[in-house]
T-cell receptor, first 115, second 114 residues
C-alpha cells in the first residue's frame, strides 16, 4: 500500500543553519504531497503542497520539490529560526479510486532550533 | 485558526466507558476526516464523511463509529474504551474529497483513558 518514510529525529540545529528533512514515498498513481507542521500543543497546519511532478511548494521560507523519479519530497529551508521548532510531517494524499483523499503521514520529524 | 473546531479539548475517562468527540468543519467544507495520533501508531486515518455519507474507512476499530449530520458537523463515538485508545484525535475538513484538496485540521481532542 501507499506509504511515507521520513527521516528520524530529533534534528537539532543552530539558528540560521540550513535545514533538510528527507521524505520519500511509495504510491500508485500520482498522489499530491504535503508538509504539515505541528507546533507544541497545537494541531496540524499545512506548510506547503505540490500536486504534480516537478511542482515546487513554498511557504515561509520553506521549500519542497515533487520528484517523481526519486519519489521524494524533501523539505528545505535556508536559514532556520528558533520559532521553526516544531514537528514536521510529510504526507501524501492517497488516490484510492478518486473517491477520497485520505492523508497518509510519515512518522514526523522533531526540529529543535537553538539560539 | 484553521476554522475547524473540535470539542472538547481534553477528555479523561475510565476503561470501558464511552465518549463522543465533536467536530465542526470550516464553513463551506463538505468533507470531514478523523485521524488518530498516538505514540506507537503515529498519525492514522480513521474515517471520512462527505456530505453526510461515509466515503472511506481506514484503521478504525469496530468499537469506534462516526457520523456526519445534516449541518455537516461530525461526531466520533468511542466505546468500550481501553488504555490503548489514549491518543490525540484530530478532525480535518476539506471542500470536497478529491486528492488535490487541502485538509484543514482542528486543534484536536486529547483522550486519556485511565
Amino acid at each position: 500500500g501507499d506509504s511515507v518514510t521520513q527521516m528520524e529525529g530529533p534534528v537539532t540545529l543552530s539558528e540560521e543553519a540550513f535545514l533538510t528533512i528527507n521524505c520519500t514515498y511509495t504510491a500508485t498513481g500520482y498522489p499530491s504531497l504535503f508538509w504539515y507542521v505541528q507546533y507544541p500543543g497545537e494541531g496540524l497546519q499545512l506548510l506547503l503542497k505540490a500536486t504534480k511532478a516537478d511542482d515546487k511548494g513554498s511557504n515561509k521560507g520553506f521549500e519542497a520539490t515533487y520528484r517523481k523519479e526519486t519519489t521524494s519530497f524533501h523539505l528545505e529551508k535556508g536559514s532556520v529560526q528558533v520559532s521553526d521548532s516544531a514537528v514536521y510531517f510529510c504526507a501524501l494524499s492517497a488516490i484510492d479510486g478518486g473517491a477520497t483523499n485520505k492523508l497518509i503521514f510519515g512518522t514526523g520529524t522533531l526540529l529543535a532550533v537553538q539560539p | 485558526d484553521s476554522g475547524v473546531t473540535q470539542t472538547p479539548k481534553h477528555l479523561i475517562t475510565a476503561t470501558g466507558q464511552r465518549v463522543t468527540l465533536r467536530c465542526s468543519p470550516r464553513s463551506g467544507d463538505l468533507s470531514v476526516y478523523w485521524y488518530q495520533q498516538s505514540l506507537d501508531q503515529g498519525l492514522q486515518f480513521l474515517i471520512q464523511y462527505y456530505n453526510g455519507e461515509e466515503r472511506a474507512k481506514g484503521n478504525i476499530l469496530e468499537r469506534f463509529s462516526a457520523q456526519q449530520f445534516p449541518d455537516l458537523h461530525s461526531e466520533l463515538n468511542l466505546s468500550s474504551l481501553e488504555l490503548g485508545d489514549s491518543a490525540l484525535y484530530f478532525c480535518a475538513s476539506s471542500v470536497v474529497g478529491g486528492p488535490k484538496n487541502i485538509q484543514y485540521f482542528g486543534a484536536g481532542t486529547r483522550l486519556s483513558v485511565l
